[in-house]
T-cell receptor, first 110, second 114 residues
Framework: GQQLNQSPQSMFIQEGEDVSMNCTSS?????WLWYKQDPGEGPVLLIA?????ELTSNGRLTAQFGITRKDSFLNISASIPSDVGIYFC??????????FGAGTQVVVTP | DTAVSQTPKYLVTQMGNDKSIKCEQN?????MYWYKQDSKKFLKIMFS???????INETVPNRFSPKSPDKAHLNLHINSLELGDSAVYFC?????????????FGPGTRLTVL
C-alpha cells in the first residue's frame, strides 16, 4: 500500500529560529496540503499546493510541491510561540480524500 | 459564529455502552466527514457524506453508524463501545467534497472508554 513518511517527528526550537519539515510518499499525488493542529483543537489548513514544482508562501510559511509529485516541504521562518502545534502534510487523492501524515510536533521556547 | 461544532467535547463511558456524537456545520457546505485521531495523533477518515448520501466508508466496524438528517448535520452513533474506540473524533465539512475544497474541522470529541 501507499506509504507516507513525515519528518521530523518532533522539533524543539527557540523563538526566532527557522523550522523545516518534509513529507515523502511512495505514490504520486495531485494535491499536497499542510494543516496545523493547535492543542485541543481541530486541524486548520495552512497552505494548499496544486501543481508539481509549485512554491507558495503564506506569511512566514513557505511550502513546495515536489517536482516528482511524491514529496513536499514546509518552512516556517522566525518562529514565534504561537507556532507551537502539530503540523501535518496531507496529500489528497483524486477523490478528494485527505491522507494525513504522522505529524511534526513543534515546540517553541522563548 | 462557530463554523463546525461538535457535542459533547468530552465523553467518558463504560465498555459495551452505546453513545452518539453530534456534529453541525453552519457554512452551507454539502459534504461532511468523520475522522478518528488515535493516541499517536494519526488522523484517519472514517466516513463522508455528500448532501445526506454516504460517499466514503472506510473499513470501519459496523458498530459505527453515521446518520445525516440533513446536509448541515452528521451524527456518529457507536454501539457496544470497546476500549480501542478511545480516541478523539473530528467532524469536518467542505463545500462540495472535491479535490480543491478546503475541509473545515470541528474542535473534536475526546471519547474515553473504560
Amino acid at each position: 500500500g501507499q506509504q507516507l513518511n513525515q519528518s521530523p517527528q518532533s522539533m524543539f526550537i527557540q523563538e526566532g529560529e527557522d523550522v523545516s519539515m518534509n513529507c515523502t510518499s511512495s505514490s504520486i499525488f495531485n494535491t499536497w496540503l499542510w494543516y496545523k493542529q493547535d492543542p485541543g483543537e481541530g486541524p486548520v489548513l495552512l497552505i494548499a499546493l496544486y501543481k508539481a514544482g509549485e512554491l507558495t508562501s503564506n506569511g512566514r510559511l513557505t511550502a513546495q510541491f515536489g517536482i516528482t509529485r511524491k514529496d513536499s516541504f514546509l518552512n516556517i521562518s522566525a518562529s514565534i510561540p504561537s507556532d507551537v502545534g502539530i503540523y501535518f502534510c496531507v496529500p489528497t487523492d483524486s477523490w478528494g480524500k485527505l491522507q494525513f501524515g504522522a505529524g511534526t510536533q513543534v515546540v517553541v521556547t522563548p | 459564529d462557530t463554523a463546525v461544532s461538535q457535542t459533547p467535547k468530552y465523553l467518558v463511558t463504560q465498555m459495551g455502552n452505546d453513545k452518539s456524537i453530534k456534529c453541525e456545520q453552519n457554512l452551507g457546505h454539502d459534504t461532511m466527514y468523520w475522522y478518528k485521531q488515535d493516541s499517536k495523533k494519526f488522523l484517519k477518515i472514517m466516513f463522508s457524506y455528500n448532501n445526506k448520501e454516504l460517499i466514503i466508508n472506510e473499513t470501519v466496524p459496523n458498530r459505527f453508524s453515521p446518520k445525516s438528517p440533513d446536509k448541515a448535520h452528521l451524527n456518529l452513533h457507536i454501539n457496544s463501545l470497546e476500549l480501542g474506540d478511545s480516541a478523539v473524533y473530528f467532524c469536518a465539512s467542505s463545500q462540495v467534497g472535491g479535490l480543491m475544497d478546503e475541509q473545515f474541522f470541528g474542535p473534536g470529541t475526546r471519547l474515553t472508554v473504560l
